[in-house]
């Protein structure tokens, strides 16, 4: 299965999976108002076996055959200064 990817040009790190590409119409319209224009990144096989970087393929394959997009938010970041390390420092 191929997937074209998009980033938002207004949500830091978030992407949009489209199994047609530029099919932008696959996309609910606040979900579209909320990521503004999409520029095209890439487009790649999601064949079986392949593996992605942040994302499980299966669940992307599967979004995409159910809904004709996935989206990939941004990774959580913990702040280290938030947690108690016991000191008084």
């Known amino acids: 299965m191929l997937a074209f990817v998009y980033k938002s040009l207004k949500k ?3 992407y949009v999976y489209l199994a047609a590409r530029d099919d ?7 979900l ?6 999409l520029q095209f990144v890439l487009d790649v096989d999601l064949a079986p076996g392949r593996t992605l970087a942040r994302e499980n393929p299966d669940v ?3 979004n995409l055959a159910g809904r004709g997009f996935h989206l990939q938010f941004p990774p959580t970041m913990l702040d280290p200064m938030t947690e108690d390390w016991g000191t008084d420092a």
């Open 24 to 30: 932008f119409a696959r996309l609910p319209e606040p």
């Open 12 to 14: 830091a790190d978030t």
């Open 32 to 37: 579209r108002t909320q990521l503004g224009a």
């Open 60 to 62: 992307v394959r599967a």
